[in-house]
């Protein structure tokens, strides 16, 4: 079985600056997907950012990147130039086979 | 194009009782993934259905099931409920065959049992 870590219960970022959220997961499987959601307070989770396993080029969007560490089976998201609207609950997946796991998530909290 | 939703938005119930959880999917995506959230745990994936089959189901008791109708809306059914089953219920629906394997989630269903 799949799974994800997120070791970070709570992370605190000042706006404009940069945060990491860390992630590793375990898998046998060496084609899979990674995730990044965002769930803003009673908001619907949104995809953030999506790297497939088999690229080795880190996927970025926008003020989003990840480090995607593949012998490492680590998964982090460097937010920067971080808002006040970035504040939010962040979960990490892996989908492979029609499974699709997350972490257990990681609070952000933006400080003006 | 409409988002997923679900229905109830919240909802009441004592332990013992049972309780049915729908959730229409985006016009067009035939996988239909269902979620536990607790604060605690975190999302916990109870099951995921595509063209009325379940292909993959998480770990949880017996008590939680799941069916896929024709139409590709969902229900999820909690019997005999127990205190710990209070949690925010979350479906998610995938459109198949893309290759991104993006879910688009709902409001969720927030359950309290009593």
């Known amino acids: 079985a799949q799974t994800v870590t997120q070791s970070q219960p709570e992370m605190s970022v000042q706006e404009a600056e940069t945060v990491t959220l860390s992630c590793t997961y375990d898998?046998?499987?060496?084609?899979?997907?990674l995730f990044w959601y965002k769930q803003p307070p009673s908001r619907q989770m949104i995809l953030v950012i999506r790297?497939?396993?088999?690229?080795?080029q880190n996927a970025t969007e926008n003020r989003f990147s990840v480090n995607f560490q593949k012998a490492a089976k680590s998964f982090s998201l460097k937010i920067s130039d971080s808002q006040l609207g970035d504040a939010a609950m962040y979960f990490c997946g892996i989908h492979n086979n029609n499974d699709m796991r997350f972490g257990a998530g990681t609070r952000l909290t933006v400080k003006p | 194009k409409a988002g997923v939703t679900q229905t109830p938005r919240y909802l009441i119930k004592t332990r013992g009782q049972q309780v049915t959880l729908s959730c229409s999917p985006i016009?067009?995506?035939?996988?239909v993934s269902w979620y536990q959230q607790t604060p605690g745990q975190g999302l916990q994936f109870l099951f995921e259905?595509?063209?009325?089959?379940?292909?993959n189901k998480g770990n949880f008791p017996g008590r939680f099931s799941g069916r896929q109708f024709s139409n590709s809306r969902s229900e999820m059914n909690v019997s005999t409920l127990e205190l710990g089953d209070s949690a925010l219920y979350l479906c998610a629906s995938s459109l198949v065959g893309t290759g991104s394997y993006e879910q688009y989630f709902g409001p969720g269903t927030r359950l309290t049992v009593t």
């Open positions: 790297q497939e396993a088999y690229k080795q």
């Open positions: 016009s067009g995506h035939r996988s």
């Open positions: 898998t046998s499987e060496s084609d899979y997907y």
């Open positions: 259905y595509f063209s009325e089959t379940q292909r």
